[in-house]
């Protein structure tokens, strides 16, 4: 057969790499000039390894990327190591990544530590059931079971943060699934991400897979036998199936002809957008912090990440790199406002978490931003999920939306990748 594939991130480089094992002719669309989706990365002229937009990292149980990292002969590059994850408390961050951090953290009471340390052996080592924990909201099902306080100094600000005004509707499936798959150790790839999306990227080539970088597709057109693929000066180019991989907004305008049932759940999936400024520091900001959970009402911001506590600084020239992130709706004002309007809105809590910071530290800062890069998860959200397999004949989509009850992230996209191919695969040529 020939297939389209609209999206070159993990997924849709998965998902091409899968169909072109399967002996059909396999040609990938992506409107970026590169390779990855939001695992791609930028440089700096003085960077050795380049960085990604959004940070990243994987967990020691993410077997899907790591078992393709194995069949692409590139497993040694990752590599795995502890770090700090810190919740900000009254001035400072407090690590807690084990349960012996946890049992020091002096935001709560001492029952209440063993409490919370009790809920998160629970749901990580003990239940698999997270379809009846998608019967209620996490903020319900942790105050039940952790109390009312640990919910408000632990729970409350991860929910809130990650979904803003929505963090009362994430079912409590999710946050069973975020602890689930979290490992002690964090992963990274040697290169940076980007340099895991050009290998794939060269082996689906080596392959036979036509990639086109920088090439949208405008417009998507059902024919007799398939479908026709659109792209700006170039002639409609005919498959016998086309995968669409990214936000359902994008599904939804290529192909309005969906049925109306597919189209209702496809227009009520909701999603947080990402922004992220990145700032080049010329010293260090955390005193060894990897990772700090902000609470938003003090600082702008739900994340600081100071990268270079986790990767050294000599593979970025010596720069101590930080990122500041939050997931926010997309009509907010942070994806209108310039970068410099956002410098001066963040810059100034950086004093709270190292007095000694002035604006003379940021060498160079970068800012990106995706609106579609959070799903929100309500109660019983597997029930309107749309089917990988569009009813359209021949037309998949797949996106992060579709990962659940696991969140999005790289390992994720690998198997979505994996499993929409399998499912086009057992699709006979149409006759």
């Not at 399967?22 to 700096?44: C, I, M, N, Q, W």
């Not at 009312?148 to 409350?156: A, E, P, S, T």
């Not at 010329?282 to 609470?295: A, E, F, I, Q």
Request: aromatic share 12%; proline share 7%; with cysteine.
């Amino acid at each position: 057969m020939k297939i389209a594939l609209v999206g070159a991130g993990l997924a849709g480089m998965t998902a091409a790499r899968d169909l072109a094992a399967g002996g059909h002719k396999v040609t990938l669309y992506e409107a970026a000039p590169l390779a990855g989706g939001l695992a791609s990365g930028f440089r700096d002229e003085r960077w050795a390894w380049p960085l990604e937009r959004f940070y990243h990292h994987i967990f020691t149980t993410d077997t899907a990327i790591l078992k393709l990292a194995e069949d692409l002969g590139c497993a040694d590059k990752f590599f795995f190591r502890g770090q700090q994850t810190a919740q900000w408390w009254q001035g400072r961050g407090y690590d807690l990544n084990g349960p012996l951090q946890v049992l020091r953290f002096a935001a709560l009471p001492p029952l209440d530590r063993v409490r919370f340390g009790a809920l998160a052996f629970y749901l990580k080592y003990v239940t698999a059931n997270w379809q009846r924990l998608e019967r209620t909201t996490a903020a319900t099902w942790t105050s039940r079971w952790a109390g009312r306080n640990v919910y408000q100094v632990i729970w409350r600000p991860l929910l809130e943060g990650k979904f803003g005004p929505h963090a009362d509707e994430v079912n409590m499936a999710w946050l069973w699934a975020r602890l689930k798959a979290r490992s002690f150790k964090l992963g990274y790839f040697t290169g940076g991400f980007q340099a895991f999306c050009n290998t794939l990227l060269a082996a689906i080539k080596q392959q036979g897979v036509a990639v086109r970088l920088s090439t949208p597709v405008t417009a998507i057109r059902q024919t007799r036998n398939g479908w026709e693929v659109i792209t700006p000066g170039l002639p409609a180019e005919p498959f016998d199936q086309l995968l669409v991989t990214g936000a359902p907004s994008l599904l939804a305008r290529l192909a309005p002809q969906l049925p109306g049932r597919y189209l209702e759940h496809l227009n009520k999936l909701r999603s947080m957008g990402a922004v992220v400024l990145t700032l080049a520091l010329t010293r260090p900001l955390t005193g060894g912090l990897y990772w700090v959970n902000m609470p938003k009402d003090q600082f702008p911001y739900l994340a600081l990440v100071e990268h270079t506590n986790f990767i050294a600084p000599s593979h970025y020239g010596g720069d101590h790199l930080v990122y500041l992130g939050d997931y926010l709706e997309p009509e907010h004002e942070y994806f209108k406002l310039s970068h410099e309007a956002l410098l001066a809105r963040f810059l100034p809590s950086l004093q709270l978490v190292n007095p000694a910071f002035e604006r003379s530290w940021v060498r160079a800062s970068w800012l990106h931003r995706e609106r579609y890069a959070q799903p929100i998860v309500p109660i019983g959200h597997s029930q309107h999920i749309p089917a990988l397999r569009t009813p359209l004949p021949g037309l998949y989509w797949a996106s992060m939306s579709q990962v659940y009850p696991w969140d999005r992230g790289t390992n994720f996209a690998v198997e979505l990748g994996q499993r929409v191919a399998a499912l086009m695969l057992e699709t006979p040529r149409p006759v």
